[in-house]
C-alpha cells in the first residue's frame, strides 16, 4: 500500500499527482480526464471531480459492507454562491503551532493534512478513521461534529472514539466533506494554472466570527483579481434548525478531571486567477465577530507578475470603510509574515513563498 507520507517532501505538482494516483488506484476511478478535461472550467472540473470521488468511493466502501460510509442521510446543506468548505477542530496547542507556520513548513502542513485525508476515506469505518483524522492534526470536521467529540469525551469515551462519535454525527454528509477538501487540495497542488492561493484560518477566540454579506461584490469579501472558488462556513447552533451561518465558531472549552481544555475552529478558503486573464488572484476579507466587538481584516496576493504577500490588521468596532479600502490599505504594505500584537490578541499571516504561484497561506487570532 502507498504510504502518502513519504511524498511530503517532494514538490508540489509531484505530491498532487501522487496523491491522485494513489485516490485512482485505490478507488479505482478515473480523475485525471476530469481534472484536465480541455475546455473545461474550474466550477465544472471541481464539481465532477468531486462527485466521481464521492461515488467511487461510496462504491469502494459498499462492495465491502462497510457500513460506516453509507448513510444516504444527509447532516448539511450547501448555502453558498460558491463551494463552503465546514469547519476544522483542533486542539488550543495545535492552533498556536500554526501561528508559528512559516515558509515551505505551511506547503508541507498542507500536504501532510491531504495525505491524511485520503487515507481517511479508504477506511474501513470510523474507528480507523479517527487516527488518520487525528493524524491531520483535527478532532471533528463542522461545529455539529465538535459538539458530539466534546460530548462523547465527557462521556468517557477515548479521544480516538469520541473522533469517530463527531464523524458519525454527519451522516451522509462525512464523504462529501472530506472529498470536497481533498479535491480542493488536489486543485491546489497539481493545477497547471498559476497564481492560486490556499488559505486556512484560525480563530483562536471566544468569538464567532462572520464575513458580512460575503456572497455579494458590496460585501466584506473583495476580490480585486481572480476569484473565490470556496470559502469556509458552519452552522452558529446545529442544535437549532435556523441556526444562523458564520465563517469561524469560536473556541469551545471543556473539563475533564479537573483540567481545562479547549478547542479551537479554523477554516479553508481557495482563490485563483480567472480563465484567460492576465492577472492572478488577490483580495480582502474583514472578519467581525457576532458579538460586535472584534474586527479584523486579512489581506493575500498572488499575483502572477508581481511579488505575492500578505497582512492582516486589527480594526476599530465602528469601521466604516470597506472590504475594497481595507484590501488598498494593506496590499501596499503586505509581507511574506506579518505579526500583530496588542494587549488582548496576537495576529500573524503568513505566505509560504513572495515568488511562487502555488500559495498557501495561514492567518490566526489569538485571544490573549
Known sequence: MHHLKTMQTADCQKFGMGLIDYLENTFEVDLKSILFAENSNIKTIR?????????AVRKYHTARGNSDWLSTETASNNPGAFEVTSNWFMTEDNALDYADL?????????QYISSNMSKMLESKDYGLASFYMFASGFLATTTGGAIAFIGSVLAGMTEAEAIAAGLST?????????????????IFFVFLRPAKALGFVVNNTDKNLIVDDFKSSSGDLFMNTGKMESF???????????????QIHGKMPWLIDGKLRTGVFAGFYFAEKRDWALYGTDGAMIFSSTDGN?????EFAVPYSASNGTNIKL???????NAKKVFSDLR????????VSTDDYELTSSINDTSGQECGIIATIHQK
Do not use: C
Not at 480594526?315 to 470603510?321: P, R, V
Open 47 to 55: 464539481s465532477n471531480a468531486t462527485k466521481t470521488l464521492t461515488e
Open 102 to 110: 512559516e515558509g515551505d513548513e505551511i506547503i508541507k502542513q498542507m
Open 315 to 321: 480594526l476599530e468596532n465602528d469601521y466604516s470603510g
Open 332 to 339: 501596499q504594505n503586505q509581507k511574506k509574515r506579518v505579526v
Open 170 to 186: 454527519l451522516k451522509g454528509g462525512a464523504i462529501g466533506t472530506i472529498v470536497i477538501l481533498v479535491i480542493s487540495m488536489i
Open 294 to 298: 472584534l474586527k479584523f481584516a486579512h
Open 232 to 246: 469556509m462556513q458552519d452552522k452558529e447552533d446545529p442544535s437549532r434548525v435556523k441556526s444562523p451561518w458564520i
